[in-house]
T-cell receptor, first 115, second 111 residues
Framework: DSGVTQTPKHLITATGQRVTLRCSPRSGDLSVYWYQQSLDQGLQFLIQ???????AKGNILERFSAQQFPDLHSELNLSSLELGDSALYFC??????????????FGPGTRLTVL | DQQVKQNSPSLSVQEGRISILNCDYT??????FLWYKKYPAEGPTFLISISSIKDKNEDGRFTVFLNKSAKHLSLHIVPSQPGDSAVYFC??????????FGKGTMLLVSP
């Protein structure tokens, strides 16, 4: 158990809909990262927050957005869903938020299925 | 353009033997490298890391080797155990940037 929690575990929805994925980081971690893992793909970095502020952006679509709240939990919002958005979405957290300085610990993931 | 490549999608090894997982990278700015292990239905778990100022880092049965001139790193598991069967991801970062992951290698250790 990494200490990172993600809800829900599974999500099935239809094209065009909007969903919210939630992540609670490990106690004491200030940085949260979101990754997408599609079939046969590695983990694709989407976005990073540090202490409530966006720190880095990766291959995140405009239909996707995220935020980190004062209690440090984070939400990833996916809208106008398409079939291709079906994937595993992982959240990770770290203390400082500097990839070369600290380790990212991953949650169990949310499996999103868009029908 | 894949900056971190794991060219072997899968690897089969017998219990007790050495497992060698390979990873190549193209970005010369990468200076920190990690290996993660992932079991089905779980998130990736950190295994071992290495900074570019080193060429080897060891932790129990796991050793990571870094060859900067070849832009290549490898993970050695000795001896391999059935519980090591999982997908192994190589990841890299540079200048304190976020991690770039390879697509993973599925390791199967048979008794």
């Amino acid at each position: 158990d990494s200490g990172v929690t993600q809800t829900p575990k599974h999500l099935i929805t239809a094209t065009g809909q909007r969903v919210t994925l939630r992540c609670s980081p490990r106690s004491g971690d200030l940085s949260v990262y979101w990754y997408q893992q599609s079939l046969d793909q590695g983990l694709q970095f989407l976005i990073q927050y540090y202490n409530g502020e966006e720190r880095a952006k990766g291959n995140i679509l405009e239909r996707f957005s995220a935020q980190q709240f004062p209690d440090l939990h984070s939400e990833l919002n996916l809208s106008s869903l398409e079939l291709g958005d079906s994937a595993l979405y992982f959240c990770a957290s770290s203390v400082v938020g500097l990839a070369g300085a600290d380790t990212q610990y991953f949650g169990p993931g949310t499996r999103l299925t868009v029908l | 353009d894949q900056q971190v490549k794991q060219n072997s999608p899968s690897l089969s090894v017998q219990e007790g033997r050495i497992s060698i997982l390979n990873c190549d990278y193209t970005n010369s700015m990468f200076d920190y490298f990690l290996w993660y292990k992932k079991y089905p239905a779980e998130g990736p778990t950190f295994l071992i890391s290495i900074s570019s100022i080193k060429d080897k880092n060891e932790d129990g049965r796991f050793t990571v080797f870094l060859n900067k001139s070849a832009k290549h790193l490898s993970l050695h598991i000795v001896p391999s155990q059935p519980g090591d069967s999982a997908v192994y991801f190589c990841a890299a970062s540079g200048g304190y940037s976020t991690l770039t992951f390879g697509k993973g290698t599925m390791l199967l250790v048979s008794p």
